[in-house]
Nanobody, 123 residues
Framework: VQLQASGGGLVQAGGSLRLSCAAS????????VGWFRQGPGKEREFVAS????????YYADSVKGRFTISADYNRNTVYLQMDSLKPEDTSVYYC?????????????????WGQGTLVTVSS
């Protein structure tokens, strides 16, 4: 499975961006897809996750109510809608895919990773 993330850019605080992650290769409706981010000098942190087939979604407390993850299995694409962006959201954002039902917030559980897309939020 290969993942290609896109949609990052520069936005002012309070603005919005939508990230996309296209998956190629064999995926299964039981896969979990997630978004993580890594700021300068920081560890990679969980942002949001969802199942391909729908169902429960999970968010980090820092983005809850502002970010929305959605997955379109027919298009093999997962999205991250980011609203009310803050300067502290500035990071490289990575999409990832997990197969096996592990803990959704643990990056070590994810088997496949995209290359990352930079989001910069100016104050």
């Amino acid at each position: 499975v290969q993942l290609q993330a896109s949609g990052g850019g520069l936005v002012q605080a309070g603005g919005s961006l939508r990230l996309s992650c296209a998956a190629s290769g064999r995926t299964f409706s039981s896969d979990r897809v997630g978004w993580f981010r890594q700021g300068p000098g920081k560890e990679r942190e969980f942002v949001a996750s969802a199942w391909w087939f729908g169902g429960n979604t999970y968010y980090a407390d820092s983005v809850k109510g502002r970010f929305t993850i959605s997955a379109d299995y027919n298009r093999n694409t997962v999205y991250l809608q980011m609203d009310s962006l803050k300067p502290e959201d500035t990071s490289v954002y990575y999409c990832a895919l997990e197969r096996g039902g592990g803990y959704w917030a643990d990056p070590a559980q994810y088997h496949y990773w995209g290359q990352g897309t930079l989001v910069t939020v100016s104050s």
